[in-house]
């Protein structure tokens, strides 16, 4: 397995500009989603190995999905190990999901070698 870190930016609301529950029914439609992704890499024989909420930021520049622009989002990270496969079908999952602003997987390398120091034997034949 191949240890991947995915990176999301995800749709959200200004806090100035909307009222308590607005935000609130929001945090939780982001968890719906970060729970999404940590169960279909479980169900594909994946490990999730961290989540981390990076907060909600003016984007870069403005971005536009899904017919729509946005210059504000919520950063979330995932790291986790799982198969190519699995990697490339939840990329696919995220591309069609209308919450996701953008995505990103980035691959780290490794977990077993990472992880235990463990070497695989070199074919020496």
Do not use: W
């Amino acid at each position: 397995m191949t240890k991947y870190e995915l990176v999301l930016l995800t749709k959200t609301v200004r806090p100035m500009t909307s009222s308590f529950n607005t935000i609130t029914s929001m945090r939780d439609t982001h968890k719906a989603l970060l729970k999404e992704c940590a169960k279909f890499v479980l169900d594909n024989q994946g490990v999730v190995r961290q989540f981390q909420n990076l907060g909600e930021r003016d984007l870069p520049y403005r971005m536009k999905r899904h017919q729509q622009l946005f210059d504000y989002a919520s950063y979330y990270t995932m790291t986790f190990d799982a198969s190519p496969r699995t990697m490339i079908e939840l990329q696919k999952q995220l591309k069609r999901n209308e919450l996701v602003i953008r995505h990103t997987v980035i691959n780290l390398g490794n977990s077993l070698q990472e992880t235990t120091g463990y070497l695989p034997a070199e074919n020496t034949h």
